[in-house]
């Protein structure tokens, strides 16, 4: 079945340090891939999308490519902000489901 | 600004005493979606309506029913709460069934506290 595995968190950065969150996938075919973020208090937002092979989705300094061979979609970003500090989900279209990953906090102090 | 609205932000309710949830969006989208979200695990689609046909996900338990009265209101009613249904729950919108990378735009979610 369709899963997304995310890596463990909390993260923890300096400002200004690069970010990596893991991300990988099992389904069947080739579905979108997305990254949400949920600022504290607040709901999930739409950061950044990809919806086929070697695509890249970018969005206020973050990245992520859709590599098939590989089944991955890590986030990226070269130089982090203490306003980057929430958690980052990592999901999948599957019909008419998004199917999350677990989520990976990011504290990122000054 | 156009929003999903969910009310209230917390709900505290009593073993086995039914609750209702409810979420309003002004953003004209045509399908709303019901998530639950329990402690450091990931969203969970529990239902969702394309305009008005009602989509059940195959392992939603019977405890857990939605209404959908208008394009802008949904709700969600948990007619026999149980510890284990203590959650935060998430509404969501867009604008058509098939995502085709189409947007999901979530509400604040709700967190459900059953004593």
């Known amino acids: 079945g369709n899963s997304v595995t995310q890596m463990e968190g909390p993260v923890t950065l300096s400002e200004e340090a690069f970010l990596t969150i893991n991300c990988t996938y099992t389904?069947?075919?080739?579905?979108?891939l997305f990254w949400y973020v949920q600022y504290p208090g607040e709901g999930l937002q739409l950061l950044l999308k990809?919806?086929?092979?070697?695509d890249k989705g970018s969005n206020k300094g973050f990245e992520a490519t859709y590599r098939k061979e590989t089944t991955s979609f890590h986030l990226e970003k070269g130089s982090v902000q203490v306003s980057d500090s929430a958690v980052y989900f990592c999901a999948l279209e599957a019909g008419t489901a998004l199917i999350f990953g677990k989520g990976t906090t990011l504290s990122v102090s000054s | 600004d156009a929003m999903v609205i969910q009310n209230p932000r917390y709900q505290v309710t009593q073993f086995g005493k039914p609750v209702t949830l409810s979420c309003s969006q002004t953003l004209n989208h045509n399908v709303m979606y019901w998530y639950q979200q329990k402690s450091s695990q990931a969203p969970k689609l529990l239902f969702h309506y394309y305009d008005k046909d009602f989509n059940n996900e195959a392992d939603t338990p019977d405890n857990f029913q939605s209404r959908r009265p208008n394009t802008s209101f949904c709700f969600l009613d948990i007619r026999s709460p149980g510890l284990g249904d203590a959650a935060m729950y998430l509404c969501a919108t867009s604008r058509s069934v098939r995502f085709s990378a189409a947007e999901q735009y979530f509400g604040p979610g709700t967190r459900l506290t059953v004593t």
């Open positions: 990809a919806t086929k092979a070697d």
């Open positions: 389904a069947t075919g080739y579905p979108s």
